[in-house]
C-alpha cells in the first residue's frame, strides 16, 4: 500500500537529516542546508517537492535537486541545488523538468538565479535520455533572456555535460575543498591538477574560489546583494572624497586605484589569478553597482595578451546583458608582440575586447574611460576608447596618449643618432606627440582632470549616464 502524504513527508525529512550527516564527514552541505545558507532565514519556499524517480514509495529519487525561491537582504532569488546523497545528484528528466522550471520562473520574474552543482552526472542505465535531459536544461537556459545575474556554484563534481551547462552561467564559484569542473574525468588526465579549483581560476574557467560549500553558497548571496536594488544603502563613502594622488606615483599597482577609486571596500575581483595584467570585477562607485575594466602595469606594463582581450570582452558582454556601466582604467603600453600572443589569436580577442566596448552604446549601456597612466598603439584603440562609442572619456594631467610609446617612436624614426641621447629625445617626443591635451584638441577624451577629482568626476558622470 502507498505511503500517505504525512508519511512520505516525514520520510524526507528523515532522510534529509540522514543525508546531512553523511555529506557533514565528506565536508559537504545538503541542498536543504545550501538553500539555508543562501536565503535569508526563513524564507526559503520549495518548488516541487515531490517531483521524483522510481518506486512511488522510495525516497531516494525525491531531492536530488532542491528547487525554490527566497529572499536575499529583501531580494527575490530563485536557485537550485543538488544533492550528492540522493542519486548521486543524478540528472533525472524529473530533475531536468524541476530545474527547467526554476530557469523559466527566474526568467520570468527578472530576479538573479543561483545554481549549485554536486553531481556524478547522468544514470547509465537512462541511456540517450540522459544526454537529453542535460541538452534540456543547456537549451532552456540558453533560451532565457536574463536581465539579472546567473550563478553557478561548484560545490562538488560538475563533469561533462554538467559542466558545459555550469560553465554557461554568468558567476562561477568553485570550492576549493569539495569541487572540481572537468570535461576528462581526473583519473584519464595526465595533469590532475587541472581540474583543481586554483588552476580553474589560474586559466579562467571560474571567478572565484572559496574554501568550502558553506562559503562558495555565501558568496554567491554575496553577489546577488551587488544587485538588490537596496545596495546602495549599504554603501558609506561620499562621492566628493577627494582621491589620494599618492596612489597613482612611481610603479604603482592598478589594485590601489581601484580600490582608491570606488566605494570602500566594495571592489570584488573576477578570475584574479588570470590574465594578471587585465583587472576586471565589480564595484560601488557613489552607491551606483559597475564593473570595472583596468590594465594592469605591474604585469608586463599592462601590454593586452590574447587572454586578457578574452577576460575582458567576455566580462563586458556579461556587463551588457544586464545592462551595468563599465568603468575603464586604462595603462598600457600595448598590446604583447611575441610568437605565443599570435598563435592565441591576439588579433581575434582584441577584435572581441573592441566589438564587445562597441556593444556598450549599441545595447543602450553606458560607460566611462579613463586614461590613468600610458595609452599607446592598439591599447588606445580598444580599451574603451570614444571612437569605440563610449560615454565619457578622461585623462589625467600626467598621463600619455598616444600612437606608440614614445622611445618606441624615436628609435623607430631613427631620430637620435647618439644612443645615450635616446631617453632625452624620448622625453621630448612625449612631451610634443604624447600630451594629453593633443587628444582633447581631437576630441579623443572629454575633459583632462586633475587627479585629485578622479573619484568625483566619475561618480558624476555614473550618475549623468543613468538620469
Known amino acids: 500500500?502507498?505511503?500517505?502524504?504525512?508519511?512520505?513527508?516525514?520520510?524526507?525529512?528523515?532522510?534529509?537529516?540522514?543525508?546531512?550527516?553523511?555529506?557533514?564527514?565528506?565536508?559537504?552541505?545538503?541542498?536543504?542546508?545550501?538553500?539555508?545558507?543562501?536565503?535569508?532565514?526563513?524564507?526559503?519556499?520549495?518548488?516541487?517537492?515531490?517531483?521524483?524517480?522510481?518506486?512511488?514509495?522510495?525516497?531516494?529519487?525525491?531531492g536530488a535537486v532542491i528547487t525554490g525561491y527566497g529572499s536575499i537582504d529583501g531580494y527575490l532569488v530563485?536557485?537550485?541545488?543538488?544533492?550528492?546523497?540522493?542519486?548521486?545528484?543524478a540528472m533525472t528528466a524529473e530533475q531536468t523538468a524541476k530545474i527547467a522550471n526554476i530557469i523559466?520562473?527566474?526568467?520570468?520574474?527578472?530576479?538573479?538565479?543561483?545554481g549549485v552543482f554536486d553531481s556524478a552526472g547522468?544514470?547509465?542505465?537512462?541511456?540517450?535520455?540522459?544526454?537529453?535531459?542535460?541538452?534540456?536544461a543547456i537549451s532552456t537556459l540558453s533560451a532565457c533572456k536574463f536581465d539579472e545575474p546567473t550563478i553557478a556554484v561548484i560545490s562538488g563534481p560538475c563533469g561533462g555535460s554538467a559542466a558545459v551547462f555550469a560553465s554557461m552561467f554568468d558567476y562561477k564559484i568553485i570550492a576549493k575543498k569539495t569541487g572540481s569542473l572537468y570535461m576528462?574525468?581526473?583519473?584519464?588526465?595526465?595533469?590532475?591538477?587541472?581540474?583543481?579549483?586554483e588552476e580553474?581560476?589560474?586559466?579562467?574557467?571560474?571567478?572565484?574560489?572559496?574554501?568550502?560549500?558553506?562559503?562558495?553558497?555565501?558568496?554567491?548571496?554575496?553577489?546577488?546583494?551587488?544587485?538588490?536594488?537596496?545596495?546602495?544603502?549599504?554603501?558609506?563613502d561620499s562621492p566628493e572624497r577627494e582621491f589620494s594622488a599618492s596612489v597613482i606615483a612611481g610603479e604603482f599597482d592598478m589594485h590601489d586605484v581601484i580600490n582608491e577609486l570606488v566605494d570602500k571596500g566594495t571592489f570584488k575581483e573576477l578570475q584574479s589569478t588570470h590574465a594578471q595584467?587585465?583587472?576586471?570585477?565589480?564595484?560601488?562607485?557613489d552607491g551606483i553597482l559597475c564593473g570595472i575594466v583596468a590594465n594592469n602595469r605591474a604585469k608586463n606594463n599592462g601590454k593586452i595578451c590574447p587572454c586578457g582581450a578574452k577576460k575582458a570582452s567576455e566580462f563586458i558582454d556579461m556587463l551588457n546583458r544586464t545592462c551595468l556601466p563599465v568603468v575603464t582604467l586604462v595603462d598600457s603600453e600595448g598590446t604583447i608582440m611575441a610568437d605565443k600572443a599570435e598563435l592565441k589569436g591576439l588579433a581575434k580577442n582584441l577584435a572581441g575586447l573592441a566589438e564587445a566596448y562597441a556593444n556598450i552604446a549599441n545595447d543602450g549601456c553606458s560607460g566611462v574611460t579613463v586614461v590613468i597612466g600610458n595609452a599607446f598603439g592598439t591599447a588606445l584603440s580598444v580599451m574603451g576608447s570614444k571612437s569605440l562609442g563610449i560615454s565619457m572619456s578622461f585623462a589625467l594631467d600626467d598621463s600619455k596618449i598616444g600612437i606608440m610609446n614614445p622611445k618606441t617612436a624615436v628609435e623607430f624614426l631613427d631620430k637620435v643618432e647618439d644612443e645615450s641621447k635616446?631617453?632625452?629625445?624620448?622625453?621630448?617626443?612625449?612631451?610634443?606627440?604624447?600630451?594629453?591635451?593633443?587628444?582633447?584638441?581631437?576630441?579623443?577624451?572629454?575633459?583632462?582632470?586633475?587627479?585629485?577629482?578622479?573619484?568625483?568626476?566619475?561618480?558624476?558622470?555614473?550618475?549623468?549616464?543613468?538620469t
Open 1 to 62: 500500500m502507498s505511503k500517505s502524504i504525512s508519511e512520505l513527508r516525514d520520510l524526507l525529512n528523515q532522510r534529509t537529516n540522514e543525508a546531512t550527516a553523511e555529506l557533514e564527514k565528506i565536508g559537504k552541505l545538503s541542498a536543504r542546508q545550501r538553500m539555508d545558507v543562501i536565503f535569508d532565514e526563513g524564507t526559503f519556499v520549495e518548488i516541487g517537492a515531490f517531483v521524483g524517480s522510481g518506486d512511488a514509495d522510495s525516497t531516494d529519487g525525491y
Open 104 to 114: 523559466h520562473m527566474a526568467a520570468d520574474k527578472g530576479t538573479p538565479l543561483i
Open 122 to 136: 547522468t544514470k547509465i542505465d537512462d541511456g540517450l535520455t540522459s544526454l537529453d535531459n542535460l541538452g534540456i
Open 277 to 285: 595584467s587585465m583587472i576586471t570585477g565589480l564595484g560601488f562607485i
Open 184 to 197: 576528462t574525468p581526473k583519473n584519464i588526465l595526465e595533469n590532475k591538477s587541472l581540474t583543481d579549483a
Open 78 to 89: 530563485f536557485a537550485f541545488a543538488q544533492d550528492y546523497s540522493r542519486l548521486h545528484g
Open 422 to 466: 635616446v631617453e632625452e629625445a624620448a622625453a621630448e617626443w612625449a612631451e610634443t606627440y604624447s600630451n594629453p591635451l593633443a587628444a582633447a584638441r581631437e576630441g579623443f577624451v572629454d575633459d583632462i582632470i586633475k587627479t585629485s577629482e578622479l573619484r568625483a568626476r566619475v561618480a558624476a558622470s555614473l550618475l549623468m549616464l543613468g
Open 200 to 236: 580553474l581560476l589560474g586559466n579562467g574557467f571560474v571567478d572565484i574560489v572559496t574554501e568550502d560549500d558553506e562559503s562558495a553558497c555565501k558568496e554567491a548571496a554575496d553577489i546577488c546583494r551587488y544587485y538588490s536594488t537596496t545596495a546602495a544603502d549599504n554603501v558609506e
